[in-house]
């Protein structure tokens, strides 16, 4: 079946202006992650959902940053008044419900000038 | 913060020999993940062992796991050029949800 896809792939983006980062999960899996991966390191954890529920959204560096997942299955990342910092690689995974495989997308690369 | 830290940072063999690679956490986990990522594009998921679990093989992969140490390793034997990229570990703890923390990651590269 189809993997996890996110949209879009690249986005450039003018400092000060607000981002949406869209993540189509596999279908049936309930829980849906958000992870940012700066260049050479890991990903850190920003956010998971539930079905719709945020469960944890510790890993969100702001109040500039924020998630939702609304019928459960398409979640949204936005980002407002974008900084230069936020640059990154935007990752979304998903998988069944508990301690399981998580599965990532292809990302989205942000680019803030 | 990253909880795993991979061991070596890098690591460079010849095509044929072994490459082992080493992942060490802080805190009790459910299970501990092995990825790989070519060349800063996506994760591609290998292999997952769980808390109770000591040893898992899939293909050329193995992967150990000692929770007295809060260690595991990855090995990679007869590697291939195609195996080239960095392979992160991340552990789901216990605690936490069901969120991944990652360590930095060994970037592997394997010579013809």
């Known amino acids: 079946g189809a993997g996890v896809s996110q949209s879009p792939r690249y986005k450039v983006t003018k400092r000060g202006q607000d981002v949406a980062l869209r993540c189509d999960p596999i279908?049936?899996?309930?829980?849906l992650y958000w992870y940012r991966q700066a260049l050479g390191q890991g990903p850190e954890f920003l956010t998971y959902?539930?079905?719709?529920?945020?469960?944890?959204k510790s890993g969100l560096p702001n109040d500039r940053f924020s998630a939702e997942r609304p019928e459960g299955s398409i979640s949204t990342l936005t980002i407002q008044r974008t900084e230069q910092r936020d640059s990154a690689m935007y990752r979304c995974a998903s998988s069944q419900e508990g301690p399981y495989e998580q599965y990532f997308g292809p990302g989205t690369r942000l680019t803030v000038t | 913060s990253q909880q795993g830290e991979e061991d070596p940072q890098a690591l460079s063999i010849q095509e044929g020999e072994n490459a082992t690679m080493n992942c060490s956490y802080k805190?009790?986990?459910?299970?501990l993940q092995w990825y790989r990522q070519n060349s800063g594009r996506g994760l591609v998921h290998l292999i997952l062992i769980r808390s109770n679990e000591r040893e898992k093989h899939s293909g050329r992969l193995r992967v150990t796991l000692d929770t007295s140490k809060k260690s595991s390793s990855l090995l990679i034997t007869a590697s291939r050029a195609a195996d080239t990229a960095s392979y992160f570990c991340a552990t789901d703890a216990d605690n936490a949800g069901n969120m991944l923390t990652f360590g930095g990651g060994t970037r592997l590269m394997v010579k013809p």
């Open positions: 279908s049936g899996h309930v829980s």
């Open positions: 805190t009790s986990i459910n299970n």
């Open positions: 959902f539930n079905y719709e529920a945020q469960q944890d």
